[in-house]
């Protein structure tokens, strides 16, 4: 998932980009590929996962289920009309 591109000169941006945001053109990401909108590592794109797709992230130690209710208690839109996991988005779009 990290992405290395080279820019005019030496210039050299690093991150971590978002594969959904990519696929799903988040609003929140738009605007194409910038420095500003590259997330710093893996626990930051975890986080970006987990609140704004509403997808839970198992980090060491905890089961499925406990990642599942910590997204919950972090992220109410979780299991709503206003879910933007996947599952949800795909569900309303058929039904629309």
């Not at 978002?18 to 988040?26: E, Q, R, S, T, V």
């Not at 986080?47 to 919950?72: D, F, M, N, S």
């Amino acid at each position: 998932m990290e992405e290395e591109k080279e820019g005019r000169g030496d210039l050299r941006l690093t991150g971590v980009l978002c594969k959904l945001c990519l696929m799903y053109g988040n609003p929140l990401r738009s605007g194409g590929l910038t420095l500003g909108n590259m997330l710093k590592d893996d626990e930051e794109l975890f986080e970006h996962i987990e609140i704004v797709h509403c997808l839970p992230v198992v980090r060491e130690g905890e089961t499925k289920e406990q990642a599942k209710e910590r997204v919950k208690r972090k992220n109410p839109k979780v299991g709503t009309d206003q879910c933007t996991c996947p599952h949800c988005m795909v569900r309303r779009m058929v039904a629309s």
